[in-house]
């Protein structure tokens, strides 16, 4: 069983930045896929960002490309999603997943508490 921890959530002002953490325990991190979600009050979590096991493959939705940043440090068991230039429209629960690497689709297997990011305009 995985366990997932997000923080960095918080309130900042529009055009601010935050970096949220997902540290994870109880699994080989290098055998997931991990990734960022998120739900906004009175929507449906959607799809932020994606991570192949080793870094090298990232995935970001539309809303989120060339503004957010996935990475990871395997060393650390630890995924980081990097957001600049956040908008009042980015204000969510974030969710960290992981989804085990021998599947190419399908749901995540595992998933965070999620954090709070709140962006005031």
């Known amino acids: 069983q995985v366990q997932l921890v997000e923080s960095g959530g918080g309130l900042v002002q529009a055009g601010g930045s935050l970096r949220l953490s997902c540290a994870t325990s109880?699994?080989?991190?290098?055998?997931?896929?991990m990734g960022w979600f998120r739900q906004a009050p009175g929507k449906e979590r959607e799809f932020v960002a994606t991570i192949s096991w080793s870094g090298g493959t990232t995935a970001y939705a539309d809303s989120v490309k060339g503004r957010f940043t996935i990475s990871r440090v395997n060393a650390k068991n630890t995924v980081y999603l990097q957001m600049n230039s956040l908008k009042p429209e980015d204000t969510a629960i974030y969710y960290c997943?992981?989804?085990?690497?021998?599947?190419?689709?399908?749901?995540?297997?595992?998933w965070g508490q999620g954090t709070q990011v709140t962006v005031s305009s």
């Open positions: 109880g699994g080989t991190f290098t055998n997931y896929r």
């Open positions: 997943a992981a989804r085990h690497s021998v599947r190419t689709s399908g749901p995540y297997d595992y």
